[in-house]
């Protein structure tokens, strides 16, 4: 047992971060995902408790306030994004004008051009606090926590949450039931569960699905009863697959493919651990092979079934689009050349953050032609990256990107990390892949869930106390 993990109680700065987790963690996925104006503002005023709570970790007195005094660095990347994104505000390049009774935003030319600028600045600085907020509120996870106990309490909490709301979502599509079980209707058809919008309830499930996988393996490995099907690890498997199982209900093809991916990656490893177990043991491989795949075939078999009815109407729009000279796929093609183009004319600095919707306008002055598949003008890039390099150009995504490198590539000259903390990078890694060809981190729910996970990750293996062979899984 590591040193890190004793029985002893919580400090109180503890206690405040798991309360100041839980509420940003079940607001945002509980309500609307976080992706209503209201609950967005609601969050970012609860994200604010995070710099309370940063101040007090580096005013810790003895060890633990020297450490994370030296991490405070690691913050110049965050604050750097911050004074960027401020003096923007400072410097609008769109003036608005009242035409026909509405509000619209002409491009003026900002007064001071070499400089940052926005378009709207009251919505910059709006967004600017939720996002920093929300940053500074997960990296506290590296400033607080004494043992890895509470980083697996706060990943359990995020796990069993997600499996809750798979649950919720499932339910509402098999009673056909509507959104919130027909008490709210959602501005978007394609919702799921609480989220306006299936694909980012696909990149917040495969968050929590690989959280949800290490963990699995973390108590796996320490089981020591009479056998690991007959204890709470059955339960757990059951809790990944309706969590697995949510992607293809929800009709989202990238979430159904990025939980198959989750999904093959712990059985290989399950394999693996079988096959190296029986044989340090010389004994067969093939009866616990064999049953795990009859396992796999059986869950696969019934996870087809339940969600056949979802998937067939998605193949068959997915058929009719490949058929479509102008289907969404060469929709999306055009847009993303469109916005790289937009990007390239402010390369430096960018339109500025939250700028997107307003400047896309100066490549498509005119609403899209009546064949597009959903939207009538675009307010998203349906590509994080690329528009992060509109909005906050090449030097303001150099330092996003820096934001989360920097805590990173502390786990160079780390100890070896078991499955947990493998994992949760894992679902932070496919996120951030999933970013190039989606919009996830305009979801408030999903935002939070990285960047806990990240910081979470990287903490646990900070605490990791020198590898057993039980450990190094």
């Not at 059951?238 to 990656?265: Q, Y």
């Not at 780390?414 to 919009?439: D, H, I, N, T």
Request: hydrophobic share 50%.
């Amino acid at each position: 047992m590591s040193a890190f993990d004793q029985s002893e109680s919580f400090s109180l700065l503890e206690k405040l971060l798991l309360v100041h987790f839980l509420g940003l963690l079940l607001g945002s996925s509980w309500l609307f995902g976080g992706n209503i104006w209201w609950m967005r503002e609601i969050l970012a005023w609860w994200a604010s408790g995070g710099l309370v709570l940063s101040l007090l970790a580096f005013a810790q007195p003895g060890d633990h306030g020297r450490e994370a005094r030296r991490k405070a660095w690691w913050l110049l990347p965050w604050l750097l994004v911050i004074v960027q994104i401020t003096v923007s505000a400072f410097n609008p390049s769109f003036q608005a004008m009242i035409a026909e009774g509405e509000r619209v935003l002409v491009h003026r030319g900002a007064a001071r051009p070499a400089w940052p600028s926005t378009i709207d600045p009251r919505t910059t600085l709006h967004e600017l606090w939720l996002y920093a907020g929300v940053y500074l509120s997960a990296f506290n996870l590296l400033l607080i926590p004494r043992r890895r106990r509470l980083l697996r309490g706060l990943f359990t909490v995020g796990a069993v949450n997600c499996l809750l709301l798979a649950i919720f979502g499932t339910m509402q599509k098999l009673l056909g039931a509507g959104f919130y079980f027909g008490a709210i209707e959602s501005p978007n058809a394609r919702y799921f569960g609480t989220f306006i919008y299936n694909n980012h309830w696909g990149a917040f499930m495969i968050l929590w699905l690989a959280a949800g996988g290490g963990l699995l393996y973390y108590h796996g490995r320490r089981h020591h009863g009479r056998d690991l099907w007959h204890s709470p690890f059955t339960g757990a498997v059951i809790g990944l697959l309706l969590i697995a199982a949510s992607g293809p209900m929800s009709a989202s093809r990238a979430a159904t493919a990025m939980a198959a991916g989750v999904v093959a990656i712990l059985i290989w490893q399950g394999m693996l651990t079988i096959i190296a177990a029986r044989r340090e043991s010389r004994r067969s491989v093939v009866l616990p092979l064999a049953t795990l795949l009859a396992v796999v075939a059986t869950a696969g078999g019934s996870i087809g079934w339940l969600t056949q009815r979802a998937m067939a109407e998605r193949y068959t729009e997915t058929r009719a689009a490949l058929l479509d000279e102008q289907s969404i796929f060469a929709g999306r093609l055009e847009l993303y050349r469109d916005t790289w183009e937009l990007a390239m004319r402010k390369p430096v600095f960018g339109w500025g953050f939250e700028s997107y919707g307003a400047a896309f306008q100066l490549i498509r002055p005119r609403p899209l032609a009546a064949h597009r598949q959903y939207e009538s003008s675009y307010t998203e890039a349906h590509s994080d990256w690329l528009q992060c390099v509109a909005e906050l150009g090449l030097v303001g995504t150099g330092l996003v990107m820096l934001m989360g490198l920097v805590p990173l590539l502390s786990l160079i000259r780390a100890k070896p990390a078991g499955s947990l903390p493998r994992y949760c990078l894992l679902g932070c890694l496919v996120v951030s892949a999933y970013a190039w060809v989606e919009f996830p981190f305009a979801n408030a729910a999903v935002l939070i869930a990285f960047w806990f996970l990240l910081f979470g990750a990287v903490r646990y293996v900070q605490l990791q106390p020198a590898p057993s062979p039980r450990e190094t899984s």
